[in-house]
Structures are given as structure tokens and as C-alpha cells.
């Protein structure tokens, strides 16, 4: 099981940046797939979280209180990668974004595999 996650950087306030995390070593449209992030001195946050494409869930799509309406989570079956799409980025979105999955089927997004993560730091 392998996640990497890519595509932090540095952002104004009101950019964009979407990352992406690449998986192997197993079906990633099959399980849940979520995204986490930590920021400096803080604990770890879920951001967002897409179920397993199967016929009841249909990769249904879950947010963070503080991200609904600016984040969206997607995926691509093909790649096996996990997108995470951001806009209108705030210096309170500084964080190292971690892709995670406990490859289980569902709507719940676990967190037994990590990625390395990526740093997405906003800032003028």
C-alpha cells in the first residue's frame, strides 16, 4: 500500500492549489479515501472524505466545517489518485495535507494508511 500525496506550494490569500494523491497496491475506488491536514502546533484535522464507488455509496463526498463549500474531494478509477481541489485558500489553511485510507468499503474515512503529505502554505 503505497499513498503520495503532491501539489502543495505556496499560495496567496484567495488562490488555488489542487493536490493529488497517487495510489498503489490496491483498488483506491473501492475503499474510502480521505484527506487530513495538520498545521504547525496543532493536532490533525479532517478536511474531506469520499466514499467507496460501490452502487449504495456511490462515492459520496464528506467536509470539514471549515473547508465546506471551498474544498472538493474527487477521484480519478483510471489512476487510482485522489484529488483534492482548493480555492479561495486563507493563511489558516497552512497545513501538511495527508492523503489516508484504512481500505475499508464505505462512507468512513480511516486513517491505518498514510502518505508522507504535502505543505500547503498560504501566506502573502
Known amino acids: 500500500v503505497q499513498l503520495v500525496e503532491s501539489g502543495g506550494g505556496l499560495v496567496q490569500p484567495g488562490g488555488s492549489l489542487r493536490l493529488s494523491c497517487a495510489t498503489s497496491?490496491?483498488?483506491?475506488?473501492?475503499?474510502?479515501m480521505g484527506w487530513f491536514r495538520q498545521a504547525p502546533g496543532k493536532g490533525r484535522e479532517g478536511v474531506a472524505c469520499?466514499?467507496?464507488?460501490?452502487?449504495?455509496?456511490?462515492?459520496?463526498?464528506y467536509y470539514g466545517d471549515s473547508v465546506r463549500g471551498r474544498f472538493t474531494i474527487s477521484r480519478d478509477n483510471e489512476k487510482n489518485t485522489v484529488y483534492l481541489e482548493m480555492i479561495n485558500l486563507k493563511p489558516e489553511d497552512t497545513a501538511v495535507y495527508y492523503c489516508?485510507?484504512?481500505?475499508?468499503?464505505?462512507?468512513?474515512?480511516?486513517?491505518?494508511?498514510w502518505g508522507e503529505g504535502t505543505l500547503v502554505t498560504v501566506s502573502p
Open positions: 489516508a485510507t484504512d481500505l475499508e468499503p464505505g462512507a468512513t474515512c480511516g486513517v491505518h494508511y
Open positions: 497496491g490496491f483498488a483506491s475506488d473501492a475503499v474510502a
Open positions: 469520499i466514499g467507496s464507488s460501490d452502487g449504495t455509496i456511490g462515492g459520496s463526498t
